[in-house]
């Protein structure tokens, strides 16, 4: 799932990882790899958000789910798994307009 710019700082906000922004040099084998979207960077590894609802009004929201983990302790390989939903999930909804840019 690709963010738009308040949707980042929502998930920011509530998840606590980096996003990669667009010109990153890793962006293109990671959306090779994993499909476009907005991939996130925390201590732990690399994550992105897949759609769900939340019942029972069925909002729009986004869990956040691990691809990968950091393979060495200095943080510079990632090693990709199996996707890991995590507990977290993000509302998605209402946006203001105003702030969607």
Wanted: proline residues 11%.
């Amino acid at each position: 799932m690709k963010l738009n710019t308040a949707l980042v700082d929502r998930t920011v906000t509530r998840f606590g990882a980096q996003a990669l922004p667009e010109n990153h040099p890793a962006m293109p084998q990671l959306s090779t790899m994993f499909g476009e979207h907005t991939f996130l960077l925390d201590g732990d590894g690399l994550y992105i958000l897949e759609a769900v609802e939340i019942p029972p009004a069925g909002a729009p929201a986004g869990q956040v789910i691990k691809l990968a983990s950091w393979a060495d302790a200095e943080r510079t390989t990632l090693a990709p798994h199996e996707p890991e939903p995590t507990d977290v999930v993000i509302e998605l909804g209402p946006i203001d307009p105003d702030k969607d840019a």
